[in-house]
């Protein structure tokens, strides 16, 4: 019995032929998420400020004279990258969306270099929702997908509404093996 005979084909495949990426329909991630990250950013820096700050104007030891003259050209610097990287959340997050379909799951991001993930739902090991204080503030979560035989998440997806997330993750494990059956 040949290999055509027991049902084998790999057939070559043109190029014109194949499905094109926008044929996907990706979803934009959820409205709540720029403002979330925002929100997330400006907490963090804020932070970084205030210690630096308080190291400054603390009484307990005196900086030395070199780092107190510095100061104030680390706090620009800070400052400066501050901005920078709420430009590039502003812009990048724009960028990201997912799609789920039947067979796979794919997840699009970048703002200067793009890179588009797709996972088919076969080989999704588990799924897993995250979140954190300030997302469980807005109702998102991260999807987390693992892929079979690796220890850490192959792609994750965030700013989803946790509702969606959830069936999101119920839709994935509810199929992941019924297509080795069908």
């Not at 720029?34 to 308080?54: D, E, S, T």
């Not at 799924?127 to 690796?150: C, W």
């Not at 997330?165 to 093996?177: C, N, P, T, V, Y």
Request: with cysteine.
């Amino acid at each position: 019995m040949n290999v055509e005979q027991q049902g084998f084909s790999n057939q070559v495949l043109e190029s014109a032929e194949l499905p094109q990426l926008q044929q996907i329909g990706f979803e934009k991630l959820d409205a709540r998420y720029m403002p979330m990250r925002k929100v997330a950013h400006v907490l963090f820096w804020a932070v970084v400020v205030g210690l630096i700050l308080a190291a400054k104007f603390q009484p307990f030891y005196e900086l030395p004279q070199p780092v107190q003259s510095n100061l104030n050209y680390v706090i620009l610097i800070i400052v400066g990258i501050f901005l920078v990287t709420l430009a590039y959340i502003h812009f990048a997050d724009k960028n990201k969306k997912f799609a789920l379909r039947q067979q796979d799951i794919n997840y699009h991001c970048g703002l200067f270099f793009y890179r588009t993930i797709s996972q088919p739902i076969l080989r999704i090991q588990h799924v897993e929702l995250k979140q954190g204080p300030i997302e469980r503030r807005y109702n998102l979560a991260r999807l987390q997908v693992f892929s079979a035989g690796g220890e850490f998440h192959t792609f994750e997806i965030p700013g989803l509404d946790l509702a969606k997330a959830e069936q999101m993750r119920q839709f994935i494990l509810a199929h992941k093996d019924t297509q080795l059956n069908g």
